[in-house]
């Protein structure tokens, strides 16, 4: 077990870096974009001209034979919620690994939160979740919860994102801003990934590796399952075999894009030799983009 004050130094440490690059970027970006999003059904009512048509409820309208509106009211505060992928597979980088960039980003996302006042949960996860934070707001909770996002010792190692997902929808009941951080090395998981979505706004945010999608000439080589611990050894110096690997490292990532953009789920891309700032910066600029039209 790490010393406290070897914790609190690393907590700090990070709060310091992403705090410099929330301010300025995220807070203003932050508040436009999913500040008032969370709303909850109020009531039903005869439709007036001018409504939003949008709003019509339909059933209730082909019952009484004249148009009805759906009425929402805003929520005050938003629930956001940080759900990290912990499995093995993370622990993978050649420079620092995935898990490292995912600790920025939830950390930068966390700190955006409590400064727009503003309740923080979460969820770490790998073929179950394993720890579940509901949200709160303060300083002093969220602390905590980065603590225990940077020192926790999973219990598995494998992922399995069907299966957390699914188990997920059942826990979080109120409308949510919910930013799933994985390598996304797994099945498929449109399914609960498609119901999560019917009632909270969805983010993936992707951790990938250069090496993963691209690997060098380093002779022969074993490749390691992080997961699995299977090993597989492979001449790197076979320009054919590197042709190859990055072809289908290219593909899978290309399916997964095509997936979430049929979902109409937003996807941000990090990588762990790249601030996470200009994926952010591209991925606010989008959603505003979408929200004037």
């Not at 999913?34 to 409820?57: A, L």
């Not at 706004?201 to 380093?218: F, G, H, N, R, T």
């Not at 597989?232 to 290309?254: C, G, M, S």
């Amino acid at each position: 077990m790490p010393k406290v004050k070897e914790i609190i130094g690393k907590v700090k440490k990070l709060e310091i870096k992403t705090n410099k690059l929330v301010e300025g970027l995220m807070c203003g970006n932050y508040h436009s974009v999913f500040k008032g999003r969370g709303i909850e059904f109020s009531e039903v009512r005869e439709y007036i001209p001018g409504d939003d048509i949008r709003t019509i409820d339909w059933k209730v309208t082909a019952r009484y034979n004249s148009p009805f509106v759906k009425e929402f009211i805003e929520e005050r505060d938003l629930d956001i919620y940080i759900v990290s992928d912990v499995s093995a597979s993370n622990n993978f980088g050649h420079k620092k690994a995935k898990k490292e960039i995912g600790f920025e980003i939830s950390a930068a996302l966390m700190f955006s939160a409590l400064k727009n006042n503003d309740n923080v949960g979460m969820c770490l996860f790998t073929d179950r979740i394993e720890r579940f934070f509901r949200p709160k707001k303060g300083r002093k909770h969220l602390l905590a919860m980065l603590r225990e996002l940077i020192y926790y010792e999973p219990k598995y190692r494998e992922t399995n994102i069907t299966n957390s997902l699914a188990h997920l929808s059942k826990i979080i009941k109120k409308r949510s801003v919910i930013f799933i951080i994985s390598d996304y090395v797994s099945g498929s998981f449109e399914k609960p990934l498609k119901f999560l979505k019917k009632r909270h706004d969805v983010v993936l945010v992707k951790l990938s590796d250069a090496i993963e999608k691209e690997i060098p000439d380093l002779g022969y080589v074993f490749l390691e399952d992080e997961e699995t611990g299977e090993q597989v050894l492979v001449n790197t110096a076979d320009e054919n075999f590197r042709n190859i690997y990055k072809a289908q490292t290219t593909k899978t990532n290309d399916d997964l894009l095509r997936k979430m953009k049929k979902l109409k789920l937003d996807i941000i891309q990090l990588n762990t030799d790249d601030s996470f700032y200009a994926p952010l910066r591209k991925f606010f600029a989008l959603r505003k983009k979408r929200m004037v039209r």
